[in-house]
């Protein structure tokens, strides 16, 4: 069945940038694309990022302001998140999840998360 | 940007019982409207895509209804393991952005 499993999670400073990955097994990544979304303790849900099942296409949340780059490696079956100039409003457990189709649509399952706490 | 807004904040109802939630878009967004049950320390799982249609394994007793701006799930007797917190999801067909409700608790009464 379907896993993905999320890491890279950790306390970082303001300013600064952290990769977190999503390792996928259970399906053919190479044909799915997939995405990011992120909870911030408490809180509600926030869709971060999508990329194409080539990375040949790529869109993230307006909100992040191009702080944060979706990539991904088919050989490896590896999801990535580039996350740079990280504020404390970015504390949050990161999901990535699988999307149905090669080009976006809806996605399920998800990955438990990885928590990333930005703090001084 | 499309802002859904879900209500009511907190449902408390009993087994048993029906829960009609809502959820409002600020504008159109067709049927593409998905519903995503998640309990405490767990996440989100699919409950209702394409504002009605049932997801793989999502008993009958779950159904959603609406399109444009205005979406329902509705649970028709509530079992115990259904109290959860519920977020809609819309999706734009172009550029695919995604944008959550805020959320709606099912506790129990």
């Known amino acids: 069945q379907v896993h993905l499993v999320e890491s890279g999670g950790g306390v970082v400073q303001p300013g600064t940038s952290l990769r977190l990955s999503c390792a996928a097994s259970g399906f053919t990544f190479s044909s799915c694309a997939m995405h990011w979304v992120r909870q911030a303790p408490g809180k509600g849900l926030e869709w971060v990022a999508v990329i194409w099942y080539d990375g040949s296409k790529k869109y993230s949340a307006d909100s992040l302001k191009g702080r944060f780059t979706i990539s991904r490696d088919n050989s490896k079956n590896m999801l990535y998140l580039d996350m740079s100039s990280l504020r404390v409003e970015d504390t949050a457990v990161y999901y990535c999840?699988?999307?149905?189709?090669?080009?976006?649509?809806?996605?399920?399952?998800w990955g438990q998360g990885t928590l990333v706490t930005v703090s001084s | 940007e499309i802002v859904l807004t879900q209500s009511p904040t907190t449902l408390s109802l009993s087994p048993g019982e029906r829960a009609t939630l809502s959820c409002r878009a600020s504008q159109s967004v067709g049927n593409y409207l998905a519903w995503y049950q998640q309990k405490p320390g767990q996440a989100p799982t699919l409950v209702i895509y394409?504002?009605?249609k049932r997801a793989t394994g999502i008993p009958p007793r779950f159904s959603g209804s609406g399109s444009g701006t205005d979406f329902t799930l509705t649970i028709s007797s509530l079992e115990p393991e259904d109290f959860a917190v519920y977020y809609c999801l819309q999706r734009g067909n172009w550029p695919p952005m995604y944008t959550f409700g805020q959320g709606t608790k099912l506790e129990i009464k």
């Open positions: 999840a699988k999307d149905w189709y090669g080009d976006p649509n809806w996605f399920d399952p």
């Open positions: 394409n504002a009605s």
